[in-house]
């Protein structure tokens, strides 16, 4: 099997739930840095214009979203398992949970005048008539009471002593909720926010322990040449009950739906409930097939 390539940066908070994952599953990975904003032609030539992070490369196949890329590290090493039997309605709802929480973090941290102009200049282009600083900086406290309702909830949750989230037996629930918890105590502006919530605060502390797996620098460039070296290796299969009735083949555009709605163009390649994938190609890097998660994103026919 080709490499696993990921392509990030370290201050990321969704790359380290990733990280945390090949860390679980004692995966040896790839290390390529993309910058923090754009442009980042090195990565979208890869994903056809998807420019979030993290984003892993298996040869020529590009998983976009840690919901997809938690589903291929699956795929390629089964145990430890990150989807236990019977979680995976509470799974989705503590993911999405999560995400709530990273967004009212990083208004918190907007709010608090944390990030160089640089940063929020990139991240304004990213929402549709951008956000308002004035109105955020307004809504700094609000947000940290906000996010103390969830840290409150969650540490409700471990009080019967459990070691995880959702029972003795950890999940990608664990790795998700890490996202927005991990960073809170490293920030001047959320630091105290944690601390009184002992068993969360634990619960951080043991998530952490599990390390990064076997982590190796590359260069984009290397990244670039395995893709344009390698065949995608994703099977055609088109979920025969598409409820818009998509076939293998069909040209079809993908976008994320919350933020960063940069569309993806190509032909249907792969589809289930969870996921969906096209084969698009690109002078740098032949062709690739690029997969994203359902949940949360936009398909629709045509460019
Ligand atoms: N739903 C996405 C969200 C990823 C996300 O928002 N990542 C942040 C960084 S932690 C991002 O992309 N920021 C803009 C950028 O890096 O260009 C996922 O699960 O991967």
Known sequence: MSELILHHYDLSPYAEKIRLIMGYKGL?????????VMPKPDL?????????????????????????????????????TLYPQNCEASERALSSMADAMFLMAVFALLGAGLFPQEFIDDRQKMVPG???????KRA???????????????????SDGRHFLLGEKICLADFSIYNPVSFLPTAPATASLLAPFKRLAAWRERMTSIGHGERTEIAAADAIAAAKASEPTTE??????????????DRITVMPEDYGLDPVAGELVYSDPYEIAIRRSDPRTGEVVVHFPRQGYLTFRGA
Request: glycine share 6%.
């Open 28 to 36: 040896a990975w790839k290390s390529v840095q993309i910058p923090m």
């Open 44 to 80: 979208t030539c890869l994903t056809g214009g998807y420019r979030k992070t993290p984003v892993l490369q298996i040869g020529a196949d590009i998983y976009c979203d840690t919901k997809t890329i938690a589903r291929a590290l699956e795929c390629v090493r089964p145990q430890p």
């Open 236 to 249: 055609t299969h088109v979920d025969p009950n598409e409820p818009n009735g998509y076939k293998a083949g």
């Open 130 to 136: 951008g956000f308002d600083m004035q109105q955020l």
């Open 140 to 158: 700094f406290p609000a947000k940290l009471d906000q996010l103390r309702v969830s840290l409150a909830a969650l540490d409700a949750q471990l």
